[in-house]
């Protein structure tokens, strides 16, 4: 997830984002679940065309798969992984 400190969608995200790790870990999933401050790592944020936040990016073997574009919800973002796995 790339996010900036002031973004309120951002702060809102954050509690499903770390619940979200637990649930893929219970499913048997072998994930990493990173947060980025784009306001930090502007050249990361710039790399991967972060258009605003917060944005979900999935990674396979360090190579962008998929842009979650819909609901910030824990059902919706677990039928994002599972559409891109």
Avoid at 19 to 41: E, F, I, P, S, W
Avoid at 54 to 74: C, E, K, S, W, Y
């Amino acid at each position: 997830m790339f996010y900036a400190p002031w973004c309120p969608h951002c702060h809102r995200l954050r509690p499903m984002w770390s619940q979200l790790a637990g649930v893929l870990n219970d499913q048997g999933y072998d994930v990493q679940l990173a947060v980025v401050d784009a306001t930090k790592y502007t050249r990361l944020a710039d790399k991967f065309e972060v258009p605003g936040f917060p944005t979900l990016i999935m990674f396979m073997n360090g190579v962008p798969v998929g842009r979650h574009q819909g609901a910030r919800d824990m059902d919706t973002v677990l039928s994002f992984i599972n559409d891109h796995k």
